[in-house]
Structure formats: C-alpha cells, structure tokens
C-alpha cells in the first residue's frame, strides 16, 4: 500500500504518509476511510508526508476528483511535505484548484517545519 493514515483525535491531526507509486484510486480510498472513521471531524489539521513517492500517477481531472471529494473543511490547516519539485509542482496545482487560502495550506520541505507550523494553530 503506497498511503497509510493514521487520526489522532486528541491531537486533531490526521498524519497520510505516502510511498512507492501514488494514484488517485487509493487517495479516494483514503478519503472515503476517513469519512467513515467516527475519530474523524472535517476540522482537524491535516499533514501530508510525500517525501518517499516514487512517482504521483495522478491526472488533472483525477486531481479535481480527489479535490472534490475532500473530507477536510475548506478552512482546515493543511501541510503537505515534499522533496521534489514535480511534487510541489502537483501539491501546487491541487492547492489551486480547491482554491485554498495559504494561511491554512502550506508545502515544505522539511517535516519538523511543518509539525511546528500545524502545532502552532492548534496551540493559537
């Protein structure tokens, strides 16, 4: 399995770790597990960990779809974790078309930032 996810409701986080090969059919999967996890609620912080992807094999319509499908509230603080530009360049484009405000969706290049940047919302 290329996306693993884990909530922590006492944290209000939800921490996606993807490997491998990445594609739309298993972020659907993922957002659907989510919907129907009862520790879930659409406000939590979410990170997103695309250090270890080999390759995202995921189209533009196939991104407006998982874009769609969001189980996240549109103002939910949001951290994607990426190590290449081809994956700045898609977490970039996915930001757009769910037209998310940048105080509440950030991309970085290093985990720590990003657990400091979501922590420090909880903590506000």
Known sequence: ??????VDASRRLVVNVATGTLNAQE???NQL???NDPSFDGSFRSLVDLRRVVDLDVSSE???ATAAGSP?????RRAYVVT??????VTRLYQAIINADPTNFRIFENWDDAVAWLDEAEAG
């Open 72 to 76: 996240f509230n549109p103002d939910a």
């Open 84 to 89: 290449s530009q081809a994956h700045f360049g």
């Open 1 to 6: 399995m290329a996306l693993s996810q884990v």
């Open 27 to 29: 972020v659907l999967e």
């Open 33 to 35: 597990a989510l919907r």
């Open 62 to 64: 196939e991104l407006r």
